[in-house]
C-alpha cells in the first residue's frame, strides 16, 4: 500500500568548524585558536567538508522525491511535524535520539555522513543509498525497528522524554540529595546522580557506569557482573545509581534495578537548588528538580520507528 508524504524533513547539524565560526566570527580567527593551542585545524576542515558533502546529496536526493524542509538541530523542539513526514537525520547517533523523541511514529531514517569517523549505531545508511530507499519508504515497504523511550513526569504535569537515558541528580558535581521510591521499597540517598536507561541507551552513559562496576568487581576478584541486553522495542528500562554514599541519613541498597510497565518508580528532590531532569544528554532542556519536586519515571506510551 502506497503511503502519502506530507513532506521530506532533513535534520542538520552544525559541525565543529561551523560552532567554531560561531564563536570566533571567521574561520581564520577559529584556526588562529585552534592552531594556537597546539591542535590540528585541518581535521575540521576535513570533517565539515565530508559532512557538507553528504548533506548535499542527501538534500539532492530527497528533491526528487517531494517536497524537502531543511532544520538545524536546535529547531527540532518546536517543528511541526506532519503525520506523514519522512524525516532524516544527518548526523551522529546523537542527532537521531534529539529527533526521535518529538515524532509521533514517523519514518526516521538516520544517515552516517563520514563513515570513516562515525560508528553509528543508528545510523543505519549512507547518503547514496537514500536513491533506493525513499521509494520503499514512499510506497510503505520499508522495514523499521520500534523503540522504546522512557518518560519523566513531574506533578505539576511537565513531561519528558528520553530515547537512551534519563539523568535525575544535580547539575553541578556536588552530591544530589534526593529520596527514591521503587515498587514499594525507598532510601533517602546522596550520589552523583541517577541514571535511567532504555534497551537502546545500553550501548550509551549506562554502559560507562556498567564497565566501572565491572572493573572494580575484577580487581577485587569478585567475578564479572553480566546482564541480558534490553532489545530495543522491550518493554523494560534499567535504572543504577552512581556513586550512592552511605551514611547515618542515608542508604546505598537500592542502586541498580529494572522499571517495567506499571512499575511504580519516584524521585523526590531534597536539593534546595541545582536540582536538574535531563534526557538523551541534552543539559539546555531540562526540567528543575528542587526540593520538594516529585518525579515518577515510566515507561513512555509513544514508540520510536527507526528505519533499518
Given at each position: 500500500m502506497e503511503r502519502e508524504m506530507n513532506k521530506i524533513v532533513i535534520v542538520k547539524r552544525k559541525t565543529r568548524l561551523q560552532e567554531l565560526v560561531c564563536q570566533?566570527?571567521?574561520?581564520e580567527q577559529a584556526k588562529f585558536y585552534i592552531e594556537h593551542?597546539?591542535?590540528?585545524?585541518?581535521?575540521?576542515?576535513v570533517e565539515d567538508r565530508n559532512y557538507q558533502a553528504a548533506l548535499k546529496q542527501v538534500m539532492d536526493i530527497a528533491e526528487r522525491f517531494g517536497r524537502v524542509q531543511v532544520i538545524e538541530r536546535e529547531f527540532v523542539p518546536n517543528m511541526l511535524f506532519g503525520g506523514r513526514d519522512i524525516v532524516i537525520a544527518v548526523g551522529q547517533d546523537g542527532l537521531v535520539a534529539n529527533v526521535m523523541k518529538y515524532l509521533d511514529g514517523q519514518p526516521l531514517v538516520g544517515v552516517n555522513p563520514d563513515t570513516n569517523r562515525w560508528d553509528g549505531v543508528l545510523?543505519?545508511?549512507?547518503?547514496?543509498?537514500l536513491s533506493g530507499l525513499l521509494p520503499r519508504i514512499i510506497a510503505g515497504k520499508y522495514h523499521a525497528k520500534e523503540i522504546t523511550m522512557a518518560q519523566a513526569l513531574?506533578?505539576?504535569?511537565?513531561?519528558?522524554?528520553?530515547?537512551?537515558?534519563?539523568?535525575?541528580?544535580?547539575q553541578t558535581h556536588t552530591s544530589a540529595r534526593y529520596e527514591v521510591?521503587?515498587?514499594?521499597?525507598?532510601?533517602?540517598q546522596s550520589s552523583s546522580g541517577i541514571i535511567i536507561s532504555t534497551g537502546l541507551g545500553a550501548t550509551g552513559w549506562y554502559k560507562s557506569v556498567m564497565a566501572q562496576a565491572n572493573r572494580m568487581a575484577a580487581i577485587f576478584h569478585c567475578g564479572q557482573i553480566w546482564e541480558e541486553p534490553?532489545?530495543?522495542?522491550?518493554?523494560?528500562?534499567?535504572?543504577?545509581v552512581r556513586e550512592a554514599y552511605p551514611s547515618r541519613?542515608?542508604?546505598a541498597d537500592l542502586i541498580y534495578g529494572k522499571i517495567d510497565r506499571g512499575d511504580d518508580f519516584r524521585v523526590v528532590s531534597k536539593m534546595p537548588a541545582r536540582g536538574v531532569v535531563f534526557s538523551d544528554g541534552i543539559e539546555e532542556d531540562a526540567i528543575t528538580f528542587n526540593s520538594g519536586t516529585e518525579i515518577t519515571v515510566q515507561i513512555a506510551d509513544k514508540k520510536g520507528c527507526l528505519v533499518i
Open positions: 570566533y566570527n571567521t574561520v593551542m597546539g591542535v590540528d585545524f585541518s581535521d575540521y576542515i545510523l543505519a545508511y549512507e547518503a547514496g543509498q513531574t506533578r505539576d504535569g511537565q513531561i519528558m522524554l528520553a530515547v537512551n537515558d534519563l539523568f535525575i541528580g544535580c521510591t521503587w515498587n514499594g521499597k525507598n532510601e533517602n534490553l532489545p530495543w522495542e522491550a518493554d523494560s528500562l534499567t535504572f543504577v541519613a542515608t542508604q
